[in-house]
C-alpha cells in the first residue's frame, strides 16, 4: 500500500497497483546543469550490488509514477528502476505544460543517467521510453550511442495516429494566433478523450483526477513534442545498433501501429524484438491485451 506521505500519494492509483512488490522507492531532486531541479523516483533491490539500471521515461503531459507498476516486476530480480518527471511536468521545476525544444528534455535524461550510474559502478543502463518517452528515448540513443545497453519501447511516438474532428480543425485559427502572440499560453487541451487511449476503467479515472497530469499545454511545447517526433522517425531506425526491444497495440489511436513496425524492420540493431498485441490500446502499461508485457521485459533484461 503506498504511504500516504509519499509525493505522489492518489487513491485512485491503488486500483492499478494490486501487489506493489517493490514498495514506494525513493525520490531525490536532481539538479540539471541550468539549476532546473527534476523530480527522480527510484527502486532499488534489496540485495547484492546493481547489475542492470532501467531508466524510464514517460509519455506527455504525464508523470513518471506509472513506472512503479515496472518497478514491482523488475526490482525482485535485481534490477534497479528510475523514473524522472520531465522538466515541466509532475514535480520537476519548470513551466508546467510548457517548452519551447524538446531536445533539452534529452539532454536532461543524459546528465541523469551519468549521475545514476556513479552510484552503480559497473551496471548495464537500460532506457525505456513509452509513447512520448519513446520518441525521447530514440532521441536520446541518436544522440549518445554506446551509453545505453538496450532500448525498450512502449507504442513510441514515431508518427501520431490521431484523427482530427471538425471541433479540431475550428480550433486551428486560435492554437495560430496563440502561437504568434505567445508560445507559452497553455491553450491545447491534452485531456478529456482518455477512453480512447485506455480501456482500463481504473486508468480512466486516475488520469482524469490526478491533479499532476497537465490538462493543458502550449503551442510551444506542441511544435517541440513534434521535432522530437521527426527526428526520430527521420534518423533513428538507420542509427541505432543498440539491443532493442519494442511493444505495440493494434487498436492504438494515438500513435501509428504501421509507423513502429517500419522504424522495427528499419533498425540497424542485430538484436531486436517486436512484440504487437492486436487488441491492446494505447496505454499499454495497464492493458488486459499484454499481460504479460511486463514479464518479457523482465526477461528480456535478465538476458543481457
Not at 491553450?187 to 478529456?192: D, P
Not at 491492446?280 to 492493458?287: E, G, L, R, S
Request: net charge neutral; with cysteine; aromatic share 10%.
Amino acid at each position: 500500500m503506498m504511504n500516504k506521505a509519499h509525493p505522489k500519494y492518489d487513491e485512485n492509483f491503488l486500483a492499478l497497483r494490486p501487489d506493489p512488490a517493490a514498495g514506494d522507492g525513493q525520490y531525490e531532486y536532481f539538479t540539471c546543469r541550468d539549476g532546473v531541479k527534476l523530480f527522480v523516483q527510484y527502486w532499488l533491490p534489496e540485495k547484492g550490488p546493481v547489475e542492470r539500471v532501467l531508466l524510464c521515461m514517460h509519455g506527455m503531459s504525464a508523470h513518471g509514477w506509472y513506472y512503479s507498476l515496472t518497478a514491482d516486476a523488475l526490482v525482485p530480480h535485481g534490477i534497479a528502476v528510475y523514473v524522472p518527471d520531465y522538466r515541466s511536468h509532475g514535480l520537476s521545476d519548470g513551466h508546467p505544460g510548457h517548452m519551447m525544444d524538446g531536445r533539452i528534455l534529452v539532454e536532461d535524461i543524459a546528465e541523469l543517467s551519468e549521475h545514476i550510474m556513479a552510484r552503480h559502478p559497473g551496471a548495464r543502463l537500460f532506457v525505456l521510453g513509452e509513447s512520448l518517452g519513446g520518441a525521447v528515448n530514440v532521441n536520446f540513443n541518436i544522440d549518445h550511442p554506446g551509453k545505453a545497453a538496450g532500448m525498450i519501447l512502449l507504442a513510441p511516438a514515431i508518427k501520431p495516429a490521431m484523427k482530427f474532428s471538425l471541433r479540431d480543425f475550428i480550433k486551428i485559427p486560435f492554437y495560430l494566433l496563440a502561437f504568434l502572440i505567445s508560445r507559452s499560453w497553455r491553450v491545447v487541451k491534452v485531456t478529456g478523450d482518455e477512453h480512447r487511449g485506455m480501456r482500463n476503467k481504473d486508468n480512466i479515472v486516475y488520469d482524469q483526477n490526478d491533479p499532476l497530469h497537465l490538462k493543458y499545454v502550449s503551442t510551444g511545447y506542441m511544435m517541440a513534442v513534434k521535432k522530437l517526433l521527426d527526428r526520430a522517425a527521420r534518423v533513428g531506425a538507420a542509427s541505432i545498433k543498440a539491443p532493442a526491444l519494442i511493444f505495440q497495440g493494434g487498436k492504438d489511436v494515438a500513435v501509428s501501429a504501421a509507423a513502429t513496425k517500419q522504424f522495427f524492420e528499419n533498425l540497424a540493431s542485430e538484436d531486436k524484438t517486436f512484440k504487437f498485441y492486436p487488441e491492446a490500446f494505447h496505454c499499454m502499461q495497464t492493458d488486459s491485451g499484454c499481460a504479460d508485457m511486463r514479464d518479457i521485459i523482465r526477461d528480456w533484461l535478465l538476458a543481457r
